[in-house]
């Protein structure tokens, strides 16, 4: 598990996780005035996380065409499909909650404030990692953390507000 996470954590998927992520977490907070079932949320986070996902898949495909002038070939679109499989995941990452108001372990108001929280810890996470792998001690590493949250906080506000 830890080699299976360090690796990850050096790989490009971190941005794009942190990006679907934001997307994820940028849908909760527009739909949580709204009174919407936890099936429902959990039917529009993955289909924004899977439109999403092709959206950047597609926009690779055609980027890469582009600037390289040639198809693109097998290995660039299985690394384009990784990378949209991790917009995908970031997106998704708050339907788990849903999923257990669903099944009825917590109430949809709590799948709501976990999703928020779990969302702005998953993008912290990779915040102190990014820190620590670049040679910062745990406190910096922790005040990047805490600040990249923030950061994550004004954009979902941001995005809430303008959609």
């Known amino acids: 598990m830890r080699t299976r996470l360090a690796s990850h954590l050096g790989s490009r998927q971190v941005a794009r996780v942190i990006y679907g992520a934001i997307v994820g977490l940028a849908l909760v907070v527009a739909l949580e005035g709204y009174p919407r079932t936890a099936g429902q949320m959990i039917g529009w986070l993955l289909g924004t996380a899977v439109a999403v996902a092709l959206a950047e898949f597609y926009s690779e495909v055609v980027g890469t065409e582009t600037s390289e002038r040639h198809r693109v070939t097998r290995h660039q679109l299985r690394h384009m499909f990784d990378d949209a499989a991790a917009v995908a995941f970031g997106g998704a990452f708050p339907a788990v909650f849903f999923l257990l108001a669903a099944v009825?372990?917590?109430r949809t108001e709590a799948a709501f404030a976990l999703a928020k929280r779990g969302g702005?810890?998953?993008i912290g996470f990779y915040g102190y990692w990014a820190a620590r792998?670049?040679?910062a001690?745990?406190?910096r590493s922790l005040a990047q953390a805490g600040l990249v949250g923030l950061v994550a906080a004004f954009l979902i506000v941001l995005k809430a507000a303008l959609h």
Do not use: A, T
């Open 137 to 139: 001690s745990v406190l």
């Open 120 to 122: 702005f810890v998953l």
């Open 104 to 106: 009825g372990v917590i």
């Open 133 to 135: 792998f670049s040679g």
